[in-house]
């Protein structure tokens, strides 16, 4: 993945905006104000910092090198990603979803609302029918 593809990625989701509290050089992508990824996107090698389910993140870095316990972040609910081919695309994406689901799941519903956001992981469900709204 490229520095113009994981911005592009980090973007794409609703309402993600890229800011720079840190300086010039380090992203810092947010929704609702809050950041979901952190990347100083001219290292080399490439790197993001992610949120993350706790247990999962444990997981993750278990199964690969490149991912460590966030630089600089809570390390319990951080990962940091070394983007030189070792993680699968496909993986870096779903955990730049997943972070940006991890703190958009923890905005007051009107701002979900606004973002016209339904997490992957729900299904909605009319109450008590337990089939799936039309």
């Not at 720079?20 to 947010?30: D, I, L, Q, R, T």
């Not at 790197?47 to 319990?76: F, M, W």
Request: with cysteine; charged share 30%; glycine share 8%.
């Amino acid at each position: 993945m490229t520095p113009g593809e994981l911005k592009r990625l980090c973007l794409s989701l609703p309402g993600a905006r890229e800011e720079f509290p840190f300086g010039e050089a380090n992203s810092v992508f947010k929704v609702a104000g809050k950041m979901f990824a952190l990347s100083p996107l001219e290292s080399k090698p490439l790197r993001v910092s992610l949120k993350c389910d706790p247990d999962l993140a444990v997981q993750l870095r278990r199964d690969h090198p490149e991912i460590t316990a966030g630089y600089h972040l809570n390390k319990r609910h951080w990962n940091t990603v070394v983007l030189d081919g070792g993680v699968p695309t496909d993986l870096v994406r779903e955990m730049v979803e997943d972070s940006y689901d991890l703190v958009v799941s923890g905005l007051p519903r009107r701002e979900q609302e606004k973002l016209r956001w339904v997490a992957l992981s729900q299904e909605k469900t009319p109450r008590g029918s337990g089939k799936p709204a039309r």
